[in-house]
C-alpha cells in the first residue's frame, strides 16, 4: 500500500515560494563593510605564540624574550615600535623592570586612535578552585596574550590594506606592562596596572596624543560576552556606543551585548583617562554569571579555553571601527 502524500508536502514548495518572497520585503538591504576580513586563525596562533614562551610573569627570562618576539612581530607589519622602559615596585616591594612596546601604524596620518592591551601575565593563579595552584604563574592565554593576538592580526591587516585603502586614521598600538601583579582581594587598586600608570604620567613621545582609546582585556575565552563597562559608560559614552553599533552592524551583537550592564573595573583604561585621552575597556564576561571569565586567574587560562569565534568577533568589530573612522 503507498503512502499517501500528506498535504503539507504537497504545498511545500508554494510555502517555500512565499517565504522567499515575504523575506525579500521585509530583509533590509545587507550592511556591505568597507573592512577586509579579520583572521581568527593568526589572531589564534599569535596567542598560542605567546604562550610558548611560558607564562610571561614581571622579570622572567619567558617575559623578555616574548617582550622582543611582540616587537619584532608589529615591525614586521611596518609598524614603528618605541619601547618604554622604566622601573617599578610591586605591591609587596618587589622590583621590577618594565617595557611598554608602542606600535604605531600608518605613523604619519595626523588622526590617530589607541587599541591598547597588557602583554604581561600573572605570576598566581589565586583564584584557582585548588589552593595548591595559588602561587603557579598563569599562562595568561586569554587575560594577556589573546588582546596582543589580536592587536598584532589588526596591524597585519593594516599592513595588508592597499594604500587605496579608504583608513582615515593611524593607529597606535599600546602593549602594557605589569598589569596583572595586583594585589587580590579588593586589595590597593594602584597595585594593578604599573605600566599604563607609568604612559600616563609620562607619554612614550612628546605632545603625543590620540582622539580616543580602546582598551582590550580577556578578548579570547570561550563562553565570553561583553557587557559594557561601568567606567567606560560614565567617562566615554560615545566611544561605548561607536564599538558596540560597530559590532551591531557586522553582525556581532551576540558577543557586543546591551542586554547586561557589565561592572565597573580598574583596568588600563582608567590610566589612559587619568592621561587625559578618553578610553573604554572592551573586557569579557562569563556569559552565564556574568563575572569574569570562569578561567580568571586560574591555571585552566591557557590554549584550550581559547574561542577562535570570540577573537573573531573582537577583531573584525575593531576592523570596522578602524575602516569606518572618518
Ligand atoms: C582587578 O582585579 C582590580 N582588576 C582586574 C583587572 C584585570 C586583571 N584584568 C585582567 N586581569
Ligand atoms: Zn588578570
Given at each position: 500500500?503507498?503512502?499517501?502524500t ?15 518572497c515575504?523575506?525579500?520585503?521585509t ?21 598560542q ?14 617575559h623578555?624574550s616574548?617582550g ?15 619601547n ?35 602583554w ?54 599600546i602593549?602594557w ?18 605600566g ?16 580616543y ?7 579570547g ?43 565597573a ?23 552565564e554569571?556574568g ?9 585552566n587560562?591557557?590554549m ?23
Amino acid at each position: 500500500m503507498s503512502t499517501p502524500t500528506p498535504k503539507s508536502l504537497l504545498l511545500l514548495p508554494l510555502l517555500l515560494a512565499l517565504a522567499a518572497c515575504g523575506e525579500k520585503k521585509t530583509t533590509p538591504t545587507a550592511y556591505i563593510s568597507p573592512a577586509p576580513d579579520f583572521c581568527a586563525d593568526s589572531a589564534y596562533a599569535y596567542t598560542q605564540a605567546q604562550c610558548d614562551f611560558g607564562p610571561r610573569v614581571m622579570n622572567s627570562a619567558a617575559h623578555d624574550s616574548c617582550g622582543d618576539w611582540i616587537a619584532a612581530k608589529f615591525e614586521s607589519f611596518g609598524a614603528i615600535v618605541t619601547n618604554q622602559y622604566a622601573d617599578a615596585k610591586l605591591f609587596d616591594g618587589t622590583p621590577v623592570k618594565m617595557r611598554n612596546i608602542i606600535a604605531s601604524c600608518r605613523p604619519d596620518a595626523p588622526g590617530r586612535i589607541i587599541i591598547s592591551g597588557h602583554w604581561d601575565s600573572r605570576p598566581w593563579a589565586d583564584n584557582d578552585p585548588d589552593e595548591s595552584h595559588h602561587a603557579t604563574p598563569i599562562d595568561g592565554a586569554n587575560d594577556g596574550a589573546s588582546a596582543i593576538g589580536v592587536m598584532l592580526e589588526l596591524a597585519r591587516q593594516i599592513s595588508l590594506a592597499p594604500d587605496t585603502a579608504d583608513i582615515a586614521i593611524g593607529v597606535d598600538f599600546i602593549c602594557w606592562d605589569a598589569e596583572d601583579s595586583g594585589m587580590s582581594g579588593g586589595g590597593d587598586s594602584n597595585s594593578w596596572c604599573l605600566g599604563s600608570q607609568y604612559w600616563s604620567g609620562k607619554r612614550h613621545a612628546d605632545g603625543y596624543t590620540a582622539r580616543y582609546g580602546i582598551n582590550l582585556d580577556m578578548v579570547g575565552g570561550d563562553n565570553t560576552v561583553f557587557y559594557r563597562e561601568q567606567f567606560s559608560m560614565a567617562y566615554a559614552p560615545a566611544i561605548v556606543d561607536k564599538v558596540w553599533a560597530a559590532a551591531q552592524r557586522i553582525g556581532q551583537g551576540k558577543y557586543f551585548s546591551y542586554e547586561e550592564s557589565g561592572g565597573a573595573v580598574t583596568d588600563d583604561h582608567l590610566q589612559v583617562i587619568q592621561g587625559g585621552i578618553l578610553c573604554i575597556d572592551v573586557i569579557g564576561s562569563d556569559r552565564e554569571d556574568g563575572g569574569f571569565p570562569r578561567t580568571w586567574h586560574t591555571v585552566n587560562d591557557n590554549m584550550q579555553n581559547i574561542s577562535k569565534s570570540t577573537l573573531k568577533a573582537v577583531g573584525q568589530t575593531m576592523l570596522e571601527v578602524i575602516w569606518t573612522e572618518r
